[in-house]
Nanobody, 122 residues
Framework: VQLQASGGGLVQAGDSLRLSCAAS????????IGWFRQASGKERELVAA????????HYAMSVKGRSTISRDNAKKTVYLQMESLKPEDTAVYYC????????????????WGQGTQVTVSS
């Protein structure tokens, strides 16, 4: 599975943004897909993840209530809709594919896309 993240940009606090993770490969629908972010000088953290059939989701407390993750298996794409963005959301956002259920650790992710930069100005 190859993943490509897109949709980042420079926005103002309070704005919304939708990130997309497009995949290639026949087995896309068998993986949990997660969005991670890594701010400068910090470790990569899981932001949100969605199970194979949109049936299970996981959100970090920092984005819960402000973000929605969803997937379209026919289009092999996972979306992360983020609302009410804050300066602390500034980071490089990555998508990854995992063999485990949403919410499991980074070590379960076996494929990664390149990052997309999200910058939120105050």
């Amino acid at each position: 599975v190859q993943l490509q993240a897109s949709g980042g940009g420079l926005v103002q606090a309070g704005d919304s943004l939708r990130l997309s993770c497009a995949a290639s490969g026949r087995t896309f629908s068998t993986y949990t897909i997660g969005w991670f972010r890594q701010a400068s000088g910090k470790e990569r953290e899981l932001v949100a993840a969605v199970g194979q059939n949109n049936d299970l989701t996981h959100y970090a407390m920092s984005v819960k209530g402000r973000s929605t993750i969803s997937r379209d298996n026919a289009k092999k794409t996972v979306y992360l809709q983020m609302e009410s963005l804050k300066p602390e959301d500034t980071a490089v956002y990555y998508c990854g594919a995992s063999w485990a259920a949403p919410g499991m650790g980074t070590q379960t992710y076996v494929y990664w896309g390149q990052g997309t930069q999200v910058t939120v100005s105050s």
